[in-house]
Nanobody, 125 residues
Framework: QVQLVESGGGLVQAGGSLRLSCVAS????????MAWFRQAPGEEREFVAA????????YYGHFTQGRFTISRDNAKTTVYLEMNSLKADDTAVYYC??????????????????WGQGTQVTVSS
């Protein structure tokens, strides 16, 4: 069983930055592929970014366009999402997810076994 706790969301003006964190427990963190998804009201869950077990490879949703960076600290069992140049369209609940089976990232939410409770990101225009 993996527990994931996100933090770092909030209200920010367009053009601003936020850094989300997700602390994992209950499983050997370095064995998990980690990812971020987001979901806006009335929309489907959308892939944001994923990072391989070692942190050597990362994957991004097309909309991130170099604005977002995913990283992980295996010693701290934490994955981060640095978000810059935020837009109103980035407003959503952001979820951390863990995949205990794969070695590479996936953009398909069905591949992920565990989810955090989500953290709200609101970007005002």
């Amino acid at each position: 069983q993996v527990q994931l706790v996100e933090s770092g969301g909030g209200l920010v003006q367009a053009g601003g930055s936020l850094r989300l964190s997700c602390v994992a427990s209950g499983h050997t963190f370095r064995n998990n592929v980690m990812a971020w998804f987001r979901q806006a009201p009335g929309e489907e869950r959308e892939f944001v970014a994923a990072i391989s077990r070692s942190g050597g490879t990362s994957y991004y949703g097309h909309f991130t366009q170099g604005r977002f960076t995913i990283s992980r600290d295996n010693a701290k069992t934490t994955v981060y999402l640095e978000m810059n140049s935020l837009k109103a369209d980035d407003t959503a609940v952001y979820y951390c997810a863990a995949d205990t089976d794969r070695s590479d990232g996936s953009s398909d939410y069905r591949d992920y076994d565990y989810w955090g409770q989500g953290t709200q990101v609101t970007v005002s225009s």
